[in-house]
């Protein structure tokens, strides 16, 4: 699965990173199976005809070996070779991230040819008052109303597309779980409504203590899947700098078409 440097950062995938996106910290880290509010597909990354197929999905032999059941443990390193494969095996999909207040829609595209285009909120609750677009190593950012190159737009645009871009992209979330060494599954699945109105009852992994990653001290990073390794959604509550951070991320309409495109100048 080919995967773009430029994708992975410092801040790739932790709390530390969508605060400095949103402008906004939370410390409330109760924030279990929360439901982002759901956004409209961005303008820049349309679906595909309804004559294109999605993806078919055969459960990867990384998840099918995993031993997900009631109150196991996993070891990181298997959790990750799950999730990257599940995700490779779908290619394409959609997902909903919420943090505190603000919430933002990224489609994504996989693979040898990775792409991400999304919106994010702003603080007033003015939907969309931020997007970007992320293809072949180019981005675009729209944070005025019209689209420009992140690379002449002015240092705070571009580092704001930046941070939403590599916490968006889920081909880093496999780099944190494999990176502390013991998962533990819940007794019981949780019931998580996603943001295309569909209900799932996922198995809850999480990490069996505090670990350090880039630079911060994740606290509880949760993971959500489906009893064929199809990742339903993450949540991490961290602490960097001496402030904590909750995001939570959801997962739908995994295999199916998008398009993403430059947007026009």
């Not at 829609?105 to 909120?121: H, I, N, S, W, Y």
């Not at 005025?144 to 968006?168: H, I, N």
Request: aromatic share 6%.
């Amino acid at each position: 699965m080919g995967r773009s440097k430029h994708l992975i950062s410092a801040i790739a995938i932790t709390a530390a990173g969508a605060a400095l996106l949103t402008g906004c910290s939370s410390g409330d880290s109760d924030t279990d199976a929360a439901e982002p509010a759901a956004s409209p597909p961005v303008a820049s990354s349309p679906a595909a005809s309804p004559s294109a197929s999605a993806t078919p999905y055969t459960e990867p032999a990384e998840c099918a070996g995993l031993g997900l059941k009631s109150e196991a443990t996993l070891a990181g390193k298997d959790l990750a070779g799950c999730l990257s494969a599940a995700f490779a095996a779908y290619g394409t999909g959609t997902e909903n991230l919420l943090v505190g207040d603000r919430s933002g829609t990224t489609r994504f595209r996989l693979g040898d040819d990775p792409a991400l285009a999304g919106d994010v909120d702003g603080a007033d609750g003015k939907h969309a008052a931020n997007s970007y677009v992320s293809i072949g190593g180019e981005e675009w950012i729209k944070s005025d109303g019209a689209w420009e190159k992140s690379d002449s737009k002015e240092a705070v645009d571009a580092e704001l597309g930046k941070k939403y871009r590599t916490v968006s992209d889920p081909q880093g979330i496999p780099d944190l779980v494999g990176s502390f060494a013991t998962w533990k599954v819940d007794t019981e699945k949780a019931l998580i409504s996603l943001e295309n109105g569909k209900d799932v009852q996922a198995w809850r992994v999480t990490n069996a203590r505090h670990f350090d990653y880039e630079g911060s001290e994740v606290v509880e990073y949760i993971v959500w899947l489906d009893d064929d390794g199809t990742p339903v959604g993450v949540q991490n509550t961290s602490n960097t700098a001496g402030k904590s951070n909750t995001y939570v991320q959801h997962f739908y309409d995994l295999g199916q078409p998008v398009t993403i495109e430059a947007p026009p100048q």
